[in-house]
């Protein structure tokens, strides 16, 4: 246990002392002020119109690959520089790798969350919060609804982006598996896109069928097919566990090949 928590705040160390963080934010706010522009120079007519508008728009695909920047990279880096080794030799290959792999889901988690909420932020300087049509909509059929009612936009956008954030998590996970087979940072920070196309493609059908396996209903809290958000988000976090599990097994069993 002392061992795998060595290993957990060693990368979670090394995730804040990296400047890929901070530039992922930064790269998801810009990405979604693009998306929710309209070509014109406008945006929305509120903050939660903007946010909705930008999340929706094709270009927030981008966001997805700009949350794998900060660490689904790095057992490309360990392989790079042999220090894989040396960590393995510290402990095991289960604990190295499902350590990395808690962070590599944390870390996108958080840039999604934190730039998704930084976004709304600058919006809300030239934008009142909500505006009446869309505040009702998620007011009937939205996630966190009580945080609108209460006028609490801010924790509202957080949880919001959060929610958003599991799902790059996830997909920065696949993307770092991957990893294990061909060490290229260029596959690592495509694969979140083409992951998720295909994921949607061959899952379309049965999502339309099955609304809680579909990730464009789950992770997205303007929808709430539980009408509970501890429900909502709840599964939403089981499904990113799962991920966790599933991936962390496949990844131990690649590593010991690789390393």
């Not at 998801?28 to 728009?57: C, E, H, K, P, W």
């Not at 006028?151 to 990893?179: D, E, K, P, R, V």
């Not at 087979?181 to 979140?192: D, Q, R, T, Y």
């Not at 999502?207 to 909502?232: C, E, G, Y």
């Given at each position: 246990?002392k061992?795998?928590?060595g290993?957990f ?9 990296n400047k890929?963080f ?8 810009m990405?979604?002020?693009l ?11 509120s903050?939660?119109s903007?946010?909705?508008?930008s ?10 690959s700009l949350?794998?920047m ?8 360990d ?5 894989a ?8 290959y ?5 350590s990395?792999?808690?962070v ?17 932020m600058?919006?809300?300087?030239g ?33 919001y ?30 694969a979140?896109v083409l ?8 899952g ?12 464009r209903?789950?992770?997205d ?5 539980w ?5 909502m ?10 991920a966790?599990l599933?991936l ?10 690789r390393?």
């Amino acid at each position: 246990m002392k061992k795998r928590e060595g290993y957990f705040r060693t990368e979670i160390s090394r995730l804040f002392h990296n400047k890929g963080f901070y530039f992922s934010v930064m790269g998801i706010v810009m990405i979604l002020f693009l998306s929710a522009n309209d070509g014109m120079g406008n945006m929305g007519g509120s903050v939660l119109s903007s946010v909705l508008l930008s999340s929706y728009d094709a270009g927030f695909l981008a966001a997805f690959s700009l949350a794998a920047m900060p660490y689904a990279a790095s057992f490309t880096d360990d392989l790079e520089y042999n220090y894989a080794k040396y960590l393995v030799i510290r402990g095991s290959y289960g604990k190295y790798v499902f350590s990395k792999m808690l962070v590599i889901f944390l870390s996108s988690m958080l840039a999604m969350g934190i730039g998704i909420t930084c976004f709304s932020m600058l919006c809300s300087l030239g934008l009142p919060w909500a505006d009446e049509g869309m505040m009702e909509y998620i007011l009937m059929y939205g996630g966190y609804r009580s945080f609108l009612g209460q006028g609490q936009y801010l924790l509202w956008f957080l949880l919001y982006g959060m929610q958003w954030g599991i799902f790059a998590g996830i997909l920065s996970m696949a993307a770092a598996f991957l990893s294990l087979f061909w060490p290229n940072k260029l596959l690592v920070f495509s694969a979140p896109v083409l992951l998720y196309q295909i994921l949607i493609e061959f899952g379309a059908d049965s999502f339309r069928k099955i609304s809680a396996f579909d990730p464009r209903v789950v992770f997205d809290a303007r929808h709430n097919i539980w009408d509970s958000d501890l429900k909502m988000l709840a599964w939403a976090f089981l499904l990113g566990a799962a991920a966790w599990l599933l991936l962390g097994f496949v990844g131990v069993l690649q590593s010991k090949r690789r390393i």
